[in-house]
């Protein structure tokens, strides 16, 4: 997709055009899209953002401030949580490194939130009034055959978010401004279940934040188009465990091969592929294949991810895979448990957050940057975070290669790793800064957001008319 704005130049713009990703999902969104009509007018986005990133000596200081900390602590912090990398829920010494340095900048910290022993919440002392400001971190690395390695780079989210909320803090208390801030340390982000940033969700750890922001790592610098989101796409998370009958394997007759029916599991998807709309991803491996070569493996598990770009074909999708399972069982004789355990929805994302945001990561010195803004996605991939509560995700460019790779691990203590790491602390503080001080564009925040939430609802029920499942007579 290839649209500038969601709403602010929607009326430059054919209204089929707008919106979400696939031709499916622009087609059957026309009507949503026109229902926003009504308030384009009052979002002059590019004239809002000119006005915004313009000269401020104020924000320069506190966007300043949290270059300074960077430069002088916060990099080398991320440095060296990115040599000691540690896998979801068990980010333990990360934890500690960012709450101690929290408590020694005024922030009072609770740990263990939600049920989650990684996670935290981290309140400035010295907080008074509104806006509420939430900074979202992330800390976990990847689970990787050679260990855990920060190949997504989460181990200078800390320090990114940290640099903003701590020049932030220190700028509220100076100039007796009203806000608050909040850190949020969220687990686990690469893993499900549990799904982290979902349970906080649900256990109101997020409750009153009136914007919501946090960093990640890219190959380029980029913005979402506004809309609703599809970040990582919307995913199901489905466990299948195999079960048969062993035996030694030169009679293998006397037994039923767990192995033998995950591995046709496998060869069922593959089959399923020219069925299936090409937006889908259906991503597994195998988690457990047998102890022996001797011993025909009575017992087999695969771990899948499902994703596609939106929840109501996404339900088609997976019930096509859960009968891939079942059909390979069948076959072979074996019995097949499903567990579905992870669910990732759509978040939501705003125009008038995404491109000052962008903006300032321009204007702070991003390199690679994309003109183009990407498929709408909410900033918290779970979507429980950002389709309640506006937010925007920081992403300039802090690597040469693609995430998950061990040259982004490199990168990540690399001079093009700093660059982008010090660009988003500056431009999140930059934005942070405009939302705390300027009431105008708090509003115009929230009547963006509220006008994308309330029609998505109508949005799902328009999908559901135009994914038929084709019906198969009976022979």
Same mark, same amino acid.
């Given at each position: 997709?290839?649209?500038?704005?969601?709403?602010?130049?929607?009326?430059?713009?054919?209204?089929?055009?707008?919106?979400?990703?696939?031709?499916?999902?622009?087609?059957?969104?026309?009507?949503?899209?026109?229902?926003?009509?009504?308030?384009?007018?009052?979002?002059?986005?590019?004239?809002?953002?000119?006005?915004?990133?313009?000269?401020?000596?104020?924000?320069?200081?506190?966007?300043?401030?949290?270059?300074?900390?960077?430069?002088?602590?916060?990099?080398?912090?991320?440095?060296?949580?990115?040599?000691?990398?540690?896998?979801?829920?068990?980010?333990?010494?990360?934890? &500690?490194?960012?709450?101690?340095?929290?408590?020694?900048?005024?922030?009072?910290?609770?740990?263990?939130?939600?049920?989650?022993?990684?996670?935290?919440?981290?309140?400035?002392?010295?907080?008074?009034?509104?806006?509420?400001?939430?900074?979202?971190?992330?800390?976990?690395?990847?689970?990787?055959?050679?260990?855990?390695?920060?190949?997504?780079?989460?181990?200078? &989210?800390?320090?990114?978010?940290?640099?903003?909320?701590?020049?932030?803090?220190?700028?509220?208390?100076?100039?007796?401004?009203?806000?608050?801030?909040?850190?949020?340390?969220?687990?686990?982000?690469?893993?499900?279940?549990?799904?982290?940033?979902?349970?906080?969700?649900?256990?109101?750890?997020?409750?009153?934040?009136?914007?919501?922001?946090?960093?990640?790592?890219?190959?380029?610098?980029?913005?979402?188009?506004?809309?609703?989101?599809?970040?990582?796409?919307?995913?199901?998370?489905?466990?299948?465990?195999?079960?048969?009958?062993?035996?030694? &394997?030169?009679?293998?007759?006397?037994?039923?091969?767990?192995?033998?029916?995950?591995?046709h599991f496998f060869d069922n998807i593959d089959?399923?592929?020219?069925?299936?709309?090409?937006?889908?991803?259906?991503?597994?491996?195998?988690?457990?294949?047998?102890?022996?070569?001797?011993?025909?493996?009575?017992?087999?598990?695969?771990?899948?991810?499902?994703?596609?770009?939106?929840?109501?074909?996404?339900?088609?999708?997976?019930?096509?895979?859960?009968?891939?399972?079942?059909?390979?069982?069948?076959?072979?004789?074996?019995?097949?448990?499903?567990?579905?355990?992870?669910?990732?929805?759509?978040?939501?994302?705003?125009?008038?957050?995404?491109?000052?945001?962008?903006?300032?990561?321009?204007?702070?010195?991003?390199?690679?940057?994309?003109?183009?803004?990407?498929?709408?996605q909410g900033y918290d991939e779970t979507g429980?975070?950002?389709?309640?509560?506006?937010?925007?995700?920081?992403?300039?460019?802090?690597?040469?290669?693609?995430?998950?790779?061990?040259?982004?691990?490199?990168?990540?203590?690399?001079?093009?790793?700093?660059?982008?790491?010090?660009?988003?602390?500056?431009?999140?503080?930059?934005?942070?800064?405009?939302?705390?001080?300027?009431?105008?564009?708090?509003?115009?925040?929230?009547?963006?957001?509220?006008?994308?939430?309330?029609?998505?609802?109508?949005?799902?029920?328009?999908?559901?008319?135009?994914?038929?499942?084709?019906?198969?007579?009976?022979?």
């Amino acid at each position: 997709m290839r649209t500038p704005a969601f709403l602010a130049l929607a009326l430059l713009l054919p209204a089929a055009l707008l919106a979400q990703e696939t031709p499916t999902e622009r087609d059957a969104a026309r009507d949503v899209v026109q229902k926003l009509d009504s308030i384009e007018h009052s979002l002059n986005i590019p004239a809002m953002v000119a006005r915004l990133t313009g000269p401020n000596a104020a924000r320069d200081q506190v966007v300043g401030r949290a270059k300074e900390l960077m430069d002088a602590e916060l990099l080398a912090m991320g440095d060296d949580i990115t040599r000691h990398p540690e896998i979801g829920f068990e980010e333990k010494r990360s934890v &500690q490194i960012l709450t101690d340095y929290l408590k020694k900048h005024d922030f009072t910290v609770q740990t263990g939130v939600a049920g989650l022993p990684t996670a935290f919440v981290a309140k400035y002392n010295k907080n008074s009034g509104t806006p509420n400001l939430g900074v979202i971190v992330e800390y976990d690395a990847l689970r990787g055959t050679k260990g855990a390695f920060h190949g997504d780079q989460h181990s200078t &989210q800390g320090p990114i978010g940290i640099a903003a909320a701590v020049a932030m803090a220190e700028y509220l208390t100076k100039t007796h401004t009203p806000g608050s801030i909040t850190v949020f340390g969220t687990p686990g982000e690469e893993m499900m279940p549990p799904e982290a940033k979902t349970q906080m969700y649900d256990a109101h750890v997020f409750d009153g934040m009136d914007i919501i922001v946090r960093s990640h790592s890219t190959a380029q610098t980029s913005r979402p188009a506004p809309g609703f989101g599809t970040c990582c796409m919307n995913i199901d998370g489905v466990h299948y465990t195999f079960y048969g009958a062993p035996a030694h &394997q030169l009679t293998a007759w006397n037994g039923r091969n767990a192995l033998t029916a995950v591995i046709h599991f496998f060869d069922n998807i593959d089959g399923l592929r020219s069925n299936i709309r090409p937006e889908a991803r259906i991503q597994g491996v195998i988690t457990e294949g047998g102890a022996a070569p001797n011993v025909v493996p009575d017992k087999t598990a695969a771990d899948f991810y499902i994703r596609y770009p939106d929840e109501v074909y996404l339900a088609q999708v997976t019930e096509m895979v859960d009968n891939a399972a079942r059909a390979a069982a069948l076959g072979t004789g074996t019995k097949v448990k499903i567990d579905h355990y992870g669910h990732d929805r759509d978040g939501i994302s705003e125009g008038s957050i995404g491109e000052v945001a962008f903006a300032y990561m321009k204007k702070y010195g991003a390199t690679g940057v994309n003109p183009e803004p990407g498929k709408p996605q909410g900033y918290d991939e779970t979507g429980s975070v950002s389709s309640a509560i506006p937010g925007a995700e920081f992403t300039a460019k802090s690597s040469n290669a693609p995430n998950h790779t061990y040259e982004m691990l490199a990168d990540a203590t690399g001079p093009v790793g700093h660059a982008g790491f010090v660009t988003d602390a500056q431009a999140m503080t930059a934005l942070l800064f405009d939302f705390a001080t300027h009431a105008d564009y708090r509003a115009t925040v929230k009547k963006e957001f509220d006008a994308i939430h309330a029609l998505h609802n109508q949005y799902l029920e328009d999908l559901k008319k135009v994914y038929v499942v084709p019906k198969v007579p009976e022979p």
